[in-house]
């Protein structure tokens, strides 16, 4: 059973950042793409974005694009998803997830998700 | 942007009985970028079919996937209790890149 590990759960102000971060074994970690995604409660997942792990190279839809910023650390098999100008509309339980890009093979596996709860 | 919307809401059958999902895009969808999850409460999704109708690794064969360009079909035969949860289509396209989920099915078991 492959694991990410993903940061534990945040409460942020509005108008903050957070930044997640998802550790991978290192095999799949260079082999494939992370992806982010988050879900609102009773909501689908949301794409927010992807990053080539070996070039750094990142893509957003555009509704985040600005907002959202993807890193990685290859030294230690770690992805970062930050996000800034918080709202409460970004409470959510945020993923990380490996695929290939284009995802011919679906998005797998899935971290256990990071609880952002945005509140004054 | 691709919108997936899933039919029905919410389906309650019986141990042993067929479930059928349906997920229906706004535009053509190629079947290689089609995808269906199991999400369990209180776990992240879990990836059941890719391409349309390949299994993923260890997935039984009680699920089966088919379709295509806009509607696309997850069937579970012979429900188990154990299928309980939320499931949820998924496409890529490339232009402009990005991948969107449908709003997912309920599946409960009687």
């Known amino acids: 059973q492959v694991h990410l590990e993903q940061s534990g759960a945040e409460v942020k102000r509005p108008g903050t950042s957070v930044k997640v971060s998802c550790k991978a074994p290192?095999?799949?970690?260079?082999?494939?793409?992370m992806y982010w995604m988050r879900q609102a409660p009773g909501q689908g997942p949301e794409w927010l974005g992807w990053i080539n792990p070996n070039t750094g190279t990142t893509g957003s839809p555009q509704k985040f694009q600005g907002r959202v910023t993807m890193t990685r650390n290859t030294s230690i098999s770690t992805g970062y998803m930050e996000l800034t100008r918080l709202t409460s509309a970004d409470s959510a339980m945020y993923y990380c997830?490996?695929?290939?890009?284009?995802?011919?093979?679906?998005?797998?596996?899935w971290g256990q998700g990071t609880l952002i709860t945005v509140s004054s | 942007e691709v919108l997936l919307t899933q039919s029905p809401g919410t389906l309650s059958l019986s141990p042993g009985e067929r479930a059928t999902l349906s997920c229906r895009a706004s535009q053509s969808v190629g079947s290689h970028f089609l995808a269906w999850y199991q999400q369990k409460p209180g776990q992240a999704p879990r990836l059941l079919i890719y391409?349309?109708?390949t299994r993923a690794t260890g997935i039984p064969d009680r699920f089966s996937g088919g379709g295509s360009g806009t509607d696309f079909i997850l069937t579970i035969s012979r429900l188990e209790a154990e299928d309980v949860g939320v499931y949820y289509c998924?496409?890529?396209?490339?232009?402009?890149?990005?991948?969107?989920f449908g709003q997912g099915t309920r599946l409960e078991i009687k």
């Open positions: 391409g349309a109708s």
């Open positions: 290192r095999p799949l970690f260079i082999g494939y793409y």
């Open positions: 997830a490996l695929g290939q890009l284009p995802p011919g093979r679906g998005v797998d596996p």
């Open positions: 998924q496409q890529y396209r490339g232009s402009p890149p990005g991948i969107t």
